[in-house]
């Protein structure tokens, strides 16, 4: 049958199983919104109040739900205010596809109204992106981008169209799509076998896990080959939920801020084994130092990763589910009594979570959200000193359940994220925690929440000052505190209201509780939780730049 390009678009859009696009319209995707209206009874399009909100909501979407996350916009602005969410998916390697539309082909290349090169920005950014300047490219173009956001290490994929081809006619037909992944190992008998013999002669191994394992849904494999290895299981940030945190053989978050516990198994193990994870700079802190005493093993999808920033001794590409699935089987049955005995003794020695002695600290704030959300949760959060406490002291036990921005450290992430994570799981309890600084970055967004109903929990860590940087100023730059002090003199409640969302101030652990409390029991309608906390609170532990993983700092004595 004949159909515009624009129905083409919709139509392949449905042989993908999508069902949610988030998005802003404008005059060059003005065919494709016309579209929409007409297909409306088979596609929810959420209108964001930023296009920056849409790619971010698509992101969380994806992450939580496991789909292809899809967001429009139009061209010229409407485009490039999508490279940041862009690049955030880029970075964590999130499947989402990017749909924009741009002047017609006649227009191309004379500096035309709203006119940009959105392919040639967003090269570097993206796993691939497609110019489109014809009708009949745009179903293939479509099947090619889905398939290419959810294979392998998954990632965003643009495709720009021209409007003209949105309003050509030309011949569609459907065609069933197989979207589910195809788990690939391009790993060699020989690559297993040399990791096996690793993994049966180690006597103090540790797996490293990271969001591999989660994009692969291969949690379930990993439990299987930690009891099979008995080893202990740190994870990276994006890696939290691989492993549940309750487990006494999970050390704890590995890294800058992670756990003294993890630092220290990191500089004793003799076989360090990385599944799903890159060894990224706050992981590895120096390079040089880093896990000196072991053998290293490297399972990812992408083989651009291996030996990228550590030299391996042993290394199997392919996807962690189905590595994990059959290194399982091929490793023998081993027990490290004495190693695990030595892991529970540093965690008593060096405990991240510490009785509650009556102050309005950020790891209350933090456990205090963690008893009221529950199991059936999600957390979001932003970029910053509240990121790191979230994931140093909420108890992740599920893959898809904590979603931050690791590789990019986007501010402005977290509410777009929470909004697409409550639209893929509308019977969950979302809550994104931000700082006051992150929280004027998106903040429109909250109009987007209250307008379609969700009932996302926004806790704002207010202290009045940007807390990271302030906390390296602090430490590294003599109390020099340039542009890091706020100040500003928004009136939280007031905002929110104003946004239609619920409001609530919270200076102590009563007052959060009876706010969490409400918050959670409306459930059409968004909430800002105002907790007010000391400016001068720092995450510890903290490996200083250039440090040994080794050497993090556990205290400061004084403010």
Known sequence: MKLTGADIVIECMLEQGVDTVFGYPGGSILNIYDSLYRYSDKITHILTAHEQGAAHAADGYARTSGKVGVVFATSGPGATNLVTGIATAMMDSVPIVAVTCNVTNALLGKDSFQEVDIVGVTTPITKHNFLVKSAEEIAPTIRKAFKIARSGRPGPVLIDITKDATAQMCEYAYETQNITVERKVEGSDEDFKAAAELINNAER??????????????????????????????????????????DPNFTGMIGMHGTKTTSLAVGECDLLIAIGARFSDRVTCDVKTFAPNAKVIHIDADRAEINKNIKTDASIVGDAKAVLERLTKEVKQCRHTEWLDKIYKWEKEYPIHHPYTGEFTPQVVMETINAAIGRDSIATTDVGQHQMW????????????????????????????????????????????????????????????????????????????????????????????????????????????????????????EELEAAMRDAVSHRDTPSVINCVIDPDDFVLPMVPAGHSIEEPILEINEK
């Not at 394992?213 to 890696?239: C, H, Q, Y």
Request: charged share 15%.
């Open 205 to 246: 191994p540790l797996i490293y896990a990271g969001g591999g394992v989660i994009s692969a849904d291969a949690s379930e494999e990993l439990k299987a080959f930690r009891a099979k290895i008995d080893s202990p299981v740190t994870l990276s940030v994006m890696g939290l939920g691989a492993f549940p945190a309750s």
């Open 390 to 509: 979230a994931a140093q002291y909420l108890m992740v036990e599920r893959p898809r359940k904590f979603i931050t921005s690791g590789g990019l450290g986007t501010m402005g992430f977290g509410l777009g994220a929470a909004i697409g994570a409550q639209l893929a799981n509308p019977d969950y309890v979302v809550v994104n925690i931000t700082g006051d600084g992150c929280f004027h970055m998106n903040l429109q967004e909250l109009s987007t929440a209250a307008k379609y109903d969700l009932p996302v929990i926004d806790v704002i860590i207010n202290n009045n000052v940007l807390g990271m940087v302030r906390q390296w100023q602090n430490l590294f730059y003599e109390k020099r505190f340039s542009n890091t002090t706020l100040d500003k003199k928004t009136d939280y409640e007031m905002v929110a209201r104003g946004f239609g969302a619920n409001a609530y101030t919270a200076t102590n652990k």
